[in-house]
């Protein structure tokens, strides 16, 4: 090969698109180190990580259960001034504890939920 043919292969577009690769390569593995870096310095800055000692334990007791039981709503004081109730005339959330324990059931053909299909209660 003669020193016109490297010439003219030099001159060409696929050594520059050769090129442009490469240079776009080198950009983005550049960018990529620069956030790793930067990551590493956000990591340090950060509160260190909770030690054992400081994690939750059980009570002595055990666990503690779920209890069920049900609740029965607080009644909505009436007004007497006939004008609405505002929030801070009400009084905290208030559910009691009920004094029947049990729980309803589905009474038996009935159709369980709305638009089911079924019969309905019977």
Known sequence: MSTATFV????????LNVIAAFA???????AL???VVFG?????RELPRPRPEDQ???PTT???HEIREI?????????????RLMPYQLHSSGTRRGKDQVRKRW????SGSFGSGGIGHT
């Open 62 to 64: 055990g666990p503690i």
């Open 8 to 15: 003219v292969a030099a001159t060409s577009n696929e050594v």
């Open 40 to 44: 590493m310095r956000v990591r340090d």
């Open 56 to 58: 939750p334990h059980l």
């Open 71 to 83: 609740r029965e709503p607080d009644e909505v004081p009436v007004s007497e001034e006939r004008e």
């Open 33 to 35: 180190v620069c956030a």
């Open 107 to 110: 009474l038996p053909g009935s």
């Open 24 to 30: 776009g390569g080198l950009f983005i593995a550049g």
